[in-house]
């Protein structure tokens, strides 16, 4: 599930973890494997079709290529680079409440606000989705700083700011496609 323009291999898999229960249940979980992580924002940004602040009014757990997802509806407060129609998107994340993707970005929260680096979706059911680019372009408001949310803090490259102020977020150039 990469952005367009970022080569990225994906591997998924899914199995149950026995430690975590969820209701008696084993809770399962889901690897992700991906070539090009991100690690600069202007990159990120480039392969992006907008970057957005945007707070989380609602979720629900989906499938998607029968692979467990969440979607996310936001509300858009301010479109800082690139273009959407509407004030109102989905994003689609790897994973639900009850199959953890520790691979991928963490699963947004209702109530909270964000700072996405956005692409559009790459599979054939809901087009009008977008997706979180690389699974890197996410960080929550907390506070006056954005804090990073995206793949595993660790590992080969990891660059990308832990946390970005919010005072006068803006970005000076546009996003890509």
Known sequence: MAAAGAAALVILSSSSCAAEQTQNRPKRQISVSLVNRYTDLGRMQKDSTAVVLASAVGSSAAERDGFPITVTDLRISKILAGNIS???????????ESVESPDTSRLMKVGNTYLLYLGKNDGKENPDHFIITGGDGIYVLQGNRYLYRGGPSAGPGKSLPKELAADGMKLTSQAGP
């Open 86 to 96: 509407g004030s109102v998107i989905k994003v689609q994340q790897l994973g639900t």
